[in-house]
């Protein structure tokens, strides 16, 4: 009873205080206008437009607005806040409440709760409660303050520079991971915002574009970001599988493919694009079609270059639930694909991503610069994406075809910048904020031919695409 009591006295406290915020919010000669930009900024470019929102504790609804929702609806304690809210975005749907006791019916692709976390009574307990208005897809993004900026935000309060605030829970990024985690949520990645809060002439934009993504200055920051995802249920439906099989200057592996790969869940269809072969490797797959009718098998000439113009070529194919790609020179075996099948159909991954360099290869399944080149691009890109990427040249990368059509409609983001495909895909799949986890295969030696992969003019290239990328995706 007497928490019952405290629970109510936290409640009224709250909506008092922030119906007052909201009566003088149109009269503010605060600074916090831009650190509200700074924010609209980063959640615009972390949430695709079009997608269902909920926006816990959505004050006037500014920032849910700015996202343009297919759906959009905001929950707020304070009845002044939704009221300017609904007069501000009549087009957006705003519901005064308590998000301890509101339970929606309505599933969202996407639940915001922008500096909130630090206001609430019970953050595990909200956890709990807006895990009911999830889908298996649905993604939870909040961003809460640093506690180094406890006694700083105190002074830029006393001189009227930010709103004033109740009592806050001061929150590490650990204890917000485990609390994800005991309300059912696990964290896909974070990362930190805001080094700057006021807007001085470039200084600002310096600190907010660069130096806040660099270490010692990221761990300054004003604002901690967590996107995280439901922690899957164990997935006992069975999936169609597509296999795209970039091939050129391959024949001598052909057979072994159609005898080699497995079939999995609902069935496995083999999809070939051969790629402009100075050898038999068209002929060759014709005739091997032929002498294994039972495996669903089918072949494209590339019209384009490179290895990703033909993966794109091929999933265009696809119709298989689940994705995968398979190099034709068999350095992944084939009989690993089984293990990326369990890692997508269980839920641990959104994409599974092969990585060569956790067990000892055949002595010349890979040249020692290429080993080097290989260990430096897979530093870089766990920077860049916020993830861990151990390998990001593996061959075979496995994810679901809705999430690939996804980053195919967003590829103009990024445009046609990636001739091997790989970063294509990673960049898209970090982009669209799904949960990349590394596969670690034993890497074989090549038993025919040569490699298409000429060291240091690809490995320039390669570098080139990192920095391209990198103002896309990093530094924004």
Known sequence: MQKLDKFKKYQKEHAVHWNKVANSLEHWTGWGGYYRSRLQKIYRFTIPQGMDILEIGCARGDLLAALNPNKGIGIDLAGEMIKQAQDRHPGLTFLQGDIHEINLQEKFDYIILSDLINDLWDVEAVFHNIRTMCKPSTRIILNYYNRLWEWPLAVAQKLHLAQPTLPQNWLSEEDVRNLLYLGGFEVVRDWEEVLAPLPFPVLSWLCNHFLVRVWPFRSLAMTSFTLARTIPVQDKQEYSVSVVVPARNEEGNIRNIFERVPQMGKGTELIFVEGHSHDNTYAVIEEEMKNHPKVHASLYRQTGKGKG????????????????????????????????????????????????????????????????????????????????????????????????????????????????????????????????????????????????????????????????????????
Not at 342 to 359: E, H, M, P, T
Not at 378 to 389: A, E, H, K, W, Y
Not at 402 to 418: E, K, L, M, Q, T
């Open 309 to 476: 113009d033909a993966v794109r070529m091929g999933y265009a194919h696809a119709s298989g639930d689940i994705l995968m790609i398979l190099d034709a020179d068999l350095t992944v075996p084939p009989e690993d694909l089984p293990r990326f099948y369990r890692a997508i159909q269980s839920g641990k991954g959104d994409f599974i991503n092969g990585v060569r360099l956790v067990y000892p290869m055949e002595k010349q399944a890979m040249r020692f610069f290429n080993y080097i080149g290989n260990k430096a691009f897979s530093m870089l890109f766990s920077f860049l994406l916020d993830q861990p990427v151990k390998d990001t040249l593996c061959g075979t990368k496995v994810l679901r075809k809705v999430d690939y059509d996804h980053i195919a409609f967003n590829r103009s983001y990024f445009g046609d910048f990636d001739p091997f495909g790989d970063y294509d895909l990673l960049f898209g799949a970090a982009k669209l904020n799904l949960k990349i986890v590394d596969l670690p295969i034993r890497y074989e030696e090549r038993i025919y031919g040569t490699t298409n992969i000429q060291r240091w003019k690809h490995g320039w290239l390669l570098l080139k695409m990192v920095v391209f990328a990198a103002r896309r995706i990093k530094f924004i």
